[in-house]
C-alpha cells in the first residue's frame, strides 16, 4: 500500500527556515514526480512545488519562489522542501502528494500532513 507521511513542521518566527520531509512507500517512488501542497483554514488547498522523478525539473508556486526548494533522493524515497524567510502566510498544513499510474486509471495519494505555524 502507497503510504506518505510528512514530519519537519513546527512553530518559527517569521524569517525563519524550516525543512519538511516525506517519506514514501509501497510504489515506485524513482518513477514517480512528487508535489507539496498546503492548506491554511478556510482555504484552498493549493500547489506549493512539484519535482520530475529525477528531479531536474523542479516548479514552484509564485507565493514560495525564491524562498523554497524541492529535492529529492530516489535512493532514500524521501522528498524535501527546504522553506525559507518564512512568512506568516506560510502558515498551513503541508501535504506530500504522490501520483501513481496502473494500466489506464490514475492513483493520487496523500500523506496525514505536517503542520507549520509561522508566528511571533
Known amino acids: 500500500q502507497v503510504q506518505l507521511v510528512e514530519s519537519g513542521g513546527g512553530l518559527v518566527q517569521p524569517g525563519g527556515s524550516l525543512r519538511l520531509s516525506c517519506a514514501a512507500s509501497?510504489?515506485?517512488?524513482?518513477?514517480?514526480?512528487m508535489s507539496w501542497y498546503r492548506q491554511a483554514p478556510g482555504k484552498e488547498r493549493e500547489l506549493v512545488a512539484r519535482?520530475?522523478?529525477?528531479?531536474?525539473?523542479?516548479k514552484y508556486a509564485d507565493s514560495v519562489k525564491g524562498r523554497s526548494t524541492i529535492s529529492r533522493d530516489n535512493a532514500k524515497n524521501t522528498v524535501y522542501l527546504q522553506m525559507n524567510s518564512l512568512k506568516p502566510e506560510d502558515t498551513a498544513v503541508y501535504y506530500c502528494n504522490a501520483r501513481t499510474v496502473v494500466g489506464f486509471k490514475e492513483y493520487e495519494h496523500w500523506g496525514q500532513g505536517t503542520q507549520v505555524t509561522v508566528s511571533s
Open positions: 509501497g510504489f515506485a517512488f524513482s518513477s514517480s514526480p
Open positions: 519535482i520530475s522523478s529525477a528531479g531536474g525539473i523542479k
